[in-house]
């Protein structure tokens, strides 16, 4: 019974200190855009909009897009049904039709705050300039608005899908060539 008591004291004090690592986020202002497979996180409707101007994907034929396109209904649900038919198709190029807790997607409004953000999450004094990456631990894509396409997100999509389809993750360059897949065959 103390044991118990002792396991389940343990546990809410994990789950404080994860919204209090994530309570970051709120005082940065973020919103949210919640659609069946992701989080859509961002800090202004000019970012949304870019960001829905930047995807210009519409489902291809065949059961999502008599189901599940873009149709009617106002530009949030439009954005909503291009983002979630974006992360089926991926799930279909890869034939990894699996249900994975929604991935977060961070906006960005340029290069300076994307770099500043993978600095602070990967911990990294690295240089290099990083385009979009999905970053495991946080289940999360970060991407930019000035610098961002529909074969960008699929690939950051693929990564997400590809790490967590197996109970083991697969070595980098392998889920790497898979992700450059299904962007390539992204409008096959």
Known sequence: ?????IVMLGSCLFLLSAVAARSADADENWQTLITKYTIICFHS??????????????????????????????????LVRKIDSLFLRAQDILAMRKYIRKVRIQIYANNDQ?????HQEIKSTDSSDNRAWY????????????DLNEGMLAHEMAHAIIDNYFQVRPPSATAEILARYVDAHLND
């Not at 930047?54 to 530009?75: E, N, Q």
């Not at 994307?114 to 993978?118: G, I, R, V, W």
């Open 135 to 146: 970053d495991f631990n946080q289940h999360t894509i970060y991407v930019q608005v000035k």
């Open 114 to 118: 994307l770099q500043n953000a993978y």
């Open 45 to 78: 409707e000019a970012d949304m909009s870019k960001f829905d101007d930047d995807i210009d994907y519409s489902p291809g034929s065949g059961f999502t897009a008599l189901f599940g396109g873009s149709g009617g209904g106002d530009s949030t649900t439009k």
């Open 1 to 5: 019974m103390k044991l118990n008591r």
